[in-house]
């Protein structure tokens, strides 16, 4: 049974950091692309960033030079580090593994999913 397991979300005031981990087991994903998204109560679920097997990047705009995402396939894990947070990225955040076609933006091609961890920045 494939399973993604969020850990690291919690309360931050804003300017303040945290990191997310999302450790996998049943298959190991080193080879196909990973990915973080989230929603905010009362919107769509929204990418923030992704990353190859090559390690190539991707990033929201709203995000972009604040979090940098990162894999350890030797222990199937992805991490997503969060700093100079804004009261406007909170939200539930959810780890995802191996989209369809490798398109890694859209939230419907990818295959697994996490159930999520809260990230609460207060202003």
């Known amino acids: 049974q494939v399973q993604l397991v969020e850990s690291g979300g919690g309360l931050v005031q804003a300017g303040g950091s945290l990191r997310l981990s999302c450790a996998a087991s049943?298959?190991?994903?080193?080879?196909?692309?990973m990915g973080w998204f989230r929603q905010a109560p009362g919107k769509e679920r929204e990418f923030v960033a992704a990353?190859?097997?090559?390690?190539?990047?991707y990033y929201a705009d709203s995000v972009k030079g604040r979090f940098t995402i990162s894999r350890d396939n030797a222990k199937n894990t992805l991490n997503l580090q969060m700093n100079s947070l804004k009261p406007e990225d909170t939200a539930v955040y959810y780890c995802?593994?191996?989209?369809?076609?490798?398109?890694?933006?859209?939230?419907?091609?990818?295959?697994?999913w996490g159930q999520g961890t809260q990230v609460t920045v207060s202003s």
């Open positions: 995802a593994a191996d989209p369809l076609f490798g398109k890694v933006t859209t939230p419907l091609n990818y295959r697994y």
């Open positions: 049943g298959r190991t994903f080193s080879s196909v692309p």
């Open positions: 990353i190859r097997s090559t390690s190539s990047t």
